[in-house]
């Protein structure tokens, strides 16, 4: 009974992400831009902090869940036997461009893998972590590499002020 209610739950909770993705996918390969207010999916590179200032450096992807992946992906791989896209997503990555952005000190960070010291690594959804944990996850040497996972932006007059990680299975 728990291990069903347990599965019910990911599969709410993927759902609500994979929607949650869908509406920030972006189809038309443009880079991340600081324009008054924007959201972008990204894979992030590195975060630094210098002078105060935190800031990541990310590289634009195109998210795309549901029918939309499954379109993406018959266009863009050449396998005739595989036709839908694995796990229900479709990532395309056209451009290496990285971009650099500044994190706001207050972003709001979301996340819903990741490394707790002592713990394995477990499926946590919309678990609110700080910046500077969100750093440390980036900078650590062991474990899950966070820059496997899409991240989704929240930027704001070219901050960046909300940050969702995405989950991939």
Do not use: C
């Amino acid at each position: 009974m728990k291990k069903g209610i347990i599965l019910g739950f990911v599969v709410a909770a993927s759902t609500s992400l994979l929607l949650l993705g869908l509406a920030n996918a972006r189809g038309n390969g443009t880079q991340v831009r600081a324009s008054s207010s924007s959201q972008t999916t990204v894979y992030i590179h590195t975060i630094t902090e210098a002078n105060g200032t935190t800031s990541i450096t990310a590289d634009d992807i195109q998210w795309y869940a549901g029918e939309e992946a499954n379109k993406q992906f018959r266009k863009h791989e050449a396998d005739a036997d595989v036709t839908e896209a694995p796990d229900g997503y479709y990532i395309v990555n056209d451009s290496s461009e990285l971009e650099s952005l500044k994190i706001a000190a207050d972003a709001e960070i979301l996340m819903q893998i990741y490394d707790r010291p002592g713990h394995e690594s477990e499926f946590n959804p919309n678990e609110s972590i700080t910046l500077k944990q969100l750093t440390a996850l980036f900078n650590q040497k062991d474990g899950l590499d966070m820059r496997d996972y899409p991240f989704h932006l929240t930027i704001q007059h070219g901050e960046v002020v909300k940050i969702v990680q995405q989950y991939i299975s």
